[in-house]
């Protein structure tokens, strides 16, 4: 029998989501469903991952605003410029714990002492510093929380965690990061504050595997259960402390030049 109208019928499902003009929310959906199959071909429910028939059937996902760096090897390249980096303890600080937590430039950089619990590993970030209006939770890494402690005596007097280099009463300018960037040689066409997200996106689904919904959870993007309703900040938080701690990790490797596998090639 032919696959050809259960492969319209799959393309009818996404093609449904897109035609709300909710591109990157369909080949989110696509993806989600990918791992389902990929999952149900492993232990013996399916034959294989069906969603790969609807390669290049979704409009491509429209340019961002923000550039990012999002192969392995590029991004290797470009932790290893972070930690070569100079600067202010507070910029260099801000710099690296970037890309462990990728939220939004504005959020990290109003971060407030009174928002982290070292001890439990945690940033809550209240909802009114959300775009989405949603207290969020922020796992720590080990890394992250070493980042942290290590810039407290200079401003766990103050309010923030990044103050301004010129007054503690407001935060780090939101040109600081992506100066930093311009610095070390990466030009607003390659590589932005923001583009840290995009990078964390891409190789966490692409290279290490994880949970499309996590990673979205993480974003701070709209996620929602079986019965439509919006998760709290604390679903699937110990599964969320496992996976941002593989992150951490793997940014390291991919800083020592260990286990870098490009996305389109599929080879070291």
């Known amino acids: ?25 369909a080949h989110r959906a696509k ?12 232990v013996g429910l399916a034959e294989r991952d069906v969603t790969t028939d609807l390669r290049g059937a979704l409009a491509a996902i429209p340019e961002s605003h923000f550039a990012a760096i999002t192969e392995p090897k590029q991004a290797g390249e470009l932790m ?10 507070c910029t260099v600080a801000a710099l690296k714990l970037t890309p462990l937590v990728f939220v939004r430039p504005g959020e990290l950089r109003t971060a407030e002492w009174a928002e982290i619990d070292l001890d439990a590993a945690e940033w809550r970030i209240p909802a009114s ?32 965690v990044f103050p301004s280099l010129r007054t503690g009463e407001r935060p780090m ?9 311009r610095g070390m040689g990466y030009s607003k066409e390659v590589h932005t504050a923001h583009g840290f997200r ?36 604390t679903a699937h938080l ?17 800083r020592i030049g260990a286990e870098v ?5 599929g080879t070291k």
């Open 1 to 25: 029998m032919s696959d050809w109208p259960r492969a319209a019928r799959r393309d009818k499902a996404v093609r449904k989501i897109e035609a709300r003009d909710s591109i990157d929310t």
């Open 31 to 42: 993806q989600i469903c990918g791992q389902i199959f990929r999952y149900a071909a492993a």
């Open 80 to 89: 290893r410029s972070i930690f070569d980096y100079t600067g202010h303890p």
């Open 129 to 160: 510093k959300m775009k989405m209006k949603v207290d969020h939770l922020v796992p720590l890494s080990t890394q992250a929380v070493a980042l942290l402690r290590s810039v407290q005596p200079i401003t766990g007097h103050g309010r923030y």
């Open 173 to 181: 300018s939101e040109n600081t990061i992506n100066a930093a960037l």
């Open 198 to 233: 995009a990078l964390a996106r891409t190789i966490m689904d692409e290279v290490m595997g994880e949970r499309v919904d996590l990673i979205e959870h993480q974003l701070a993007h709209a996620v929602k259960d079986p019965n439509g309703r919006a998760y709290n900040r």
């Open 238 to 254: 110990p599964a969320r402390r496992v996976m941002m701690q593989n992150w951490a990790n793997y940014l390291d490797k991919l």
């Open 261 to 265: 596998i490009s996305i389109r090639s």
